[in-house]
């Protein structure tokens, strides 16, 4: 008598249901960037949302920035659509291995990434580091203001790092008596931060991407100004009305004789959807439309991206309308590259920063140029830019036409 043979995909699906099910991906995980200056930390919160599973990138206790979670086998896709990046990973048990990736600037980069189930501790702040202090980051010999700024968070220490032309957003860790190390991670920056007190000063280096380190020295702030002003910048050519003509996101040129922006006051934001301060910034100048609208304001959103290809760069700028909400005109102005830039606007003199807010009187000219924005993470600097924000369209407002 012949023995009974199994099919081939009875035999299949027995091993499957007999093999070990990995357990769901819900949940919060310990993330590391492994650079150069060492690892870098941060958090997944995985959730179900809309069908499918979402991860909240963390620094400590803020989540912000978001992707879209695919599992496949073993296989797990973090998509962060907004910043054109991706976390690809193989899973092992309660352990993930693989790299991060996005399209930069500077071309694409790689870097690997490691994950396991959990929270990073939360530890008390060195209260000896807490305040501000004035920085200078140190490249070839040559010295850049920053101020940096810590506090005691709930979930630790938390800073931010201020420059000439704006802040880089929430940054979380901790530290011993006389040392510290926070780090900030949002989908496309990879920023670690670290130093040692010695005496009344710290010294330390920052880490940017793969390799990039930056030595820096620092002291006690003492009040005297240790930044350029936002306004002292960047100057324009306001013996004439701004201009300008670029296309839209459904390729209709747009010009400064359109009837939309006839009559009004206008705050032009020069901006790219990479720009992570851009994303902090745009829910404050929603406030600001929905304020002042009907008072005959607007705004005119000029994004300058990646690689200055409009098929290529239009489908980000509708996602970040989309993500916002934006019911402003934005335009696809160029190429991310300061010169370029500043090529593109002739009237500008020392374009630098992204974001950079021009207004605009009734008669179209600039009356003031603000380079950078000082996000949440910087407390009262951000609250003092949202108030000169508010004073210069009163004023222009208030202007006959």
């Known amino acids: ?46 959730t179900a949302q809309g069908g499918g599973l979402v991860a909240s990138i963390c620094n400590g206790p803020k989540c912000a920035d978001q992707a879209a979670v695919t599992v496949t086998g073993n296989r797990v896709l973090f998509d962060i659509a907004d910043y054109a990046a991706t976390i690809t990973a193989d899973r092992r048990g309660d352990s993930l291995v693989g790299v991060y990736q996005n399209v930069g600037r500077n071309g694409p980069r790689s870097i690997p990434f490691r994950a396991t189930r959990g929270a990073w501790p939360r530890t008390e702040p060195p209260a000896s580091v807490l ?12 010295r850049s203001p920053r101020v940096l700024h810590f506090i005691g968070g709930t979930g630790g220490l938390e800073a931010a790092v201020t420059s000439n032309t704006g802040d880089l957003g929430v940054f979380w860790g901790g530290g011993t008596a006389d040392s510290f190390s926070v780090a900030r ?20 280096v920052f880490h940017a991407g793969l390799r990039t380190q930056t030595p820096f020295v620092a002291v006690r702030t003492t009040g005297a100004p240790h930044l350029t002003a936002p306004t002292a910048l960047t100057s324009a050519d306001t ?7 670029f296309f839209d996101l459904e390729g209709r040129r747009v010009s400064q004789t359109d009837p939309r922006l006839a009559g009004k006051v206008v705050l032009v934001d020069i901006f790219g959807s990479w720009c992570v301060t851009c994303h902090e910034a745009t829910p404050d100048l929603l406030d600001l439309y929905r304020k002042y609208r009907p008072s005959g304001f607007e705004i005119l959103g000029l994004g300058y991206e990646v690689t200055g290809d409009s098929t290529r760069d239009n489908p980000q700028i509708r996602r970040f309308r989309d993500k916002f909400g934006i019911p402003w005109i934005l335009l696809h102005a160029g190429a991310s590259v300061v010169e370029e830039t ?5 009237q500008l003199r020392g374009f630098t920063a992204y974001p950079t807010t021009l207004f605009l009187g009734r008669d179209g000219r600039i009356r003031t140029v603000y380079a950078g924005f000082r996000g949440p993470a910087t407390g009262v600097q951000h609250t003092k830019q949202l108030e000169d924000y508010r004073r210069i369209i009163e004023k222009l407002l208030a202007e006959a036409p």
């Open 239 to 245: 013996s004439t009305p701004f201009r300008f003509s």
């Open 1 to 46: 008598m012949r023995p009974m043979r199994i099919p081939l995909l009875v035999a299949a699906i027995l091993l499957a249901a007999a093999a070990p099910r990995q357990a769901s991906m819900m949940g919060r995980w310990r993330a590391v960037l492994d650079i150069a200056g060492g690892p870098l930390p941060f958090e997944l919160a995985v």
């Open 131 to 142: 305040g501000s202090w004035d920085a200078w980051y140190i490249t070839d010999q040559r």
């Open 185 to 204: 991670f949002d989908g496309v920056s990879v920023y670690l931060l670290a130093g040692r007190l010695n005496g009344d000063t710290l010294r330390g």
């Open 342 to 346: 500043a090529a593109s606007l002739p």
